[in-house]
Structure formats: C-alpha cells, structure tokens
C-alpha cells in the first residue's frame, strides 16, 4: 500500500468524515481537507492538488458524481466513492472505483489500490 498520499475526504455526514480522516491518518496518510459539497470539493481539490479524493456519492448539496467530473475538466485526479447505495452510484459512474458502507480497512485499502491504479476519469455520460 502506498503511504503518505495527501487525500481530501468529500462527505456531508460531519461524523463518519472525521472517523474516515482518523482512519487514513492511522493509515499513514495526510488528510489535506474535508469538503462537504460538490462546490466545496471543487474548490479544494484546485486548492490541496491531492494525490486522491475519497468521495460521498451523495451530497445534501450536489453529488459526488457530478463533482469529480467537474474536477476531471481541469485535470484527472484518482479518486474512489464512498456510498450507501453502490449499485445506484454504478449506474451513474460505471467505470468508478466504488466502496459501500459500511466498510472495512482492508476494503478501504483495495479501494484505495484500485483508485491510485486506474487513472479513469468520471463517467461522462
């Protein structure tokens, strides 16, 4: 696993962001910034210039999705999503590294692996 990646987290659930940034943290990475919505994550990825986004799919304002494409237009960055519903977010981003939640380390981890490798942008459709 690659250690030390600088990593913005995009989640609008306040608690499970800063239990996920405890987790990459305890995993050796830098959490640069947490974002809340897709304007929000925008921002910030222009701002932090991460090694990798851990994404909510859905966000009370906007979505993932729709973020991560937006970011696409102004240069790739891999990223993976964190959902509830992966089979719903499938359908939007069919290409997508995905991980439902609840999840573990380890599917973190292979997520995380699967993300750094791809080198797929968003699905544009």
Same mark, same amino acid.
């Given at each position: 696993?690659?250690? %030390?990646? *600088?990593? +913005?987290?995009? &989640?609008? !659930?306040? =608690?499970?962001?800063?239990?996920?940034?405890? =987790? =990459?943290?305890?995993? @050796?990475? !830098?959490?640069?910034?947490?974002?809340?919505?897709?304007? &929000?994550?925008?921002?910030?990825?222009?701002?932090? *210039?991460?090694? =990798?986004?851990?994404? !909510? %799919?859905?966000?009370?304002?906007?979505? @993932?999705?729709?973020?991560?494409?937006?970011?696409?237009? &102004?240069?790739?960055?891999?990223?993976?999503?964190?959902?509830?519903?992966?089979?719903?977010?499938?359908? %939007?981003?069919?290409?997508?590294?995905?991980?439902? *939640?609840?999840?573990?380390? $380890?599917?973190?981890? $292979?997520?995380?692996?699967?993300?750094?490798?791809? @080198? +797929?942008?968003?699905?544009?459709?």
């Amino acid at each position: 696993m690659t250690q %030390g990646l *600088k990593i +913005v987290i995009v &989640e609008d !659930d306040a =608690l499970i962001a800063m239990d996920l940034a405890d =987790l =990459l943290i305890g995993m @050796g990475h !830098d959490v640069c910034a947490i974002a809340s919505t897709e304007s &929000e994550a925008i921002v910030t990825a222009r701002r932090c *210039k991460p090694d =990798l986004m851990i994404v !909510d %799919g859905g966000l009370q304002e906007g979505n @993932g999705i729709d973020a991560m494409r937006r970011i696409a237009t &102004e240069g790739f960055i891999p990223h993976l999503f964190v959902t509830g519903d992966p089979q719903r977010l499938a359908q %939007g981003a069919p290409d997508a590294v995905i991980v439902g *939640k609840p999840f573990t380390m $380890r599917e973190l981890s $292979r997520g995380i692996a699967a993300a750094l490798a791809s @080198g +797929v942008p968003a699905s544009a459709d």
